[in-house]
């Protein structure tokens, strides 16, 4: 198994981690516990799987792009 | 319709014009309503003298053309632009272009309107600002008002 995780702007800079894989999870919050090793998650934490916003209880799955970012800014 | 980011400075009304010219709308449209956002040179009074813009590009094409089918969707639209800036942007420049062509402007108005906030709201961009004092990450956007 193997699930490509990103991290972007603040949140990258904070965790330190652009981008890792890892080999075994089943929700996109256990993909944020292993590839950060369970470092503390700020509350306004969005994420995206493959490309669509999810939740961290969101299901993931062999081949998965899961992304972790903060609150955007764009426009 | 037309969405696409851009890494190097733009003009947006040449833009609006090259899209009018090239899209083959002719005379059908009776309104045009636009948006354009640009870099101001203070935030929370204090002087902003660059800014880079960093996005999540994949999902950043996939959201702005799903914005625009759910705008053509919800209104009448006849042709629609969106242009958003990344990387070095430098006070003055435009960050963003919402260009929406309708036959009459109730629908070019609202679509053109609910583009930005939604684009502001969830399309994944970040800005990070540079002040006298270093850079920052900006936290939030502006409300609206």
């Known amino acids: ?75 | 319709m037309t969405s696409h980011i851009s890494a190097t400075a733009f003009d947006p009304w040449h833009a609006i014009n090259d899209h009018q010219q090239q899209s083959g709308l002719d005379s059908q449209f009776g309104a045009t309503a636009t948006f354009i956002g640009s870099m101001r040179d203070f935030n929370d009074n204090t002087d902003v003298s660059q800014m880079v813009l960093e996005h999540y590009p994949e999902m950043t094409s996939r959201y702005l053309d799903k914005l625009e089918l759910e705008a053509r969707e919800r209104w009448p639209l006849l042709d629609c632009l969106i242009i958003h800036r990344v990387g070095e942007i430098n006070p003055a420049d435009p960050i963003v272009l919402i260009a929406c062509w309708s036959a009459h402007r109730r629908a070019a108005l609202d679509a053109c309107s609910w583009l930005i906030e939604e684009l502001k709201h969830r399309a994944p961009f970040w800005k990070k600002e540079t002040r006298q004092d270093g850079e920052r990450w900006l936290e939030h956007n502006t409300d609206g008002s």
Do not use: C, H
Request: hydrophobic fraction near 45%; proline fraction near 5%.
């Open chain 1, 1 to 75: 198994m193997s699930i490509q995780v990103k991290f972007f702007a603040s949140l990258r800079d904070k965790i330190g981690i652009s981008d890792t894989t890892v080999d075994s999870a089943t929700t996109a919050g256990e993909a944020w516990d292993i590839a950060t090793d369970k470092a503390e998650r700020p509350v306004n934490v969005l994420v995206a799987i493959n490309l669509d916003y999810a939740q961290f209880d969101s299901p993931i799955n062999d081949g998965d792009e899961v992304a972790f970012f903060p609150p955007v800014t764009g426009g």
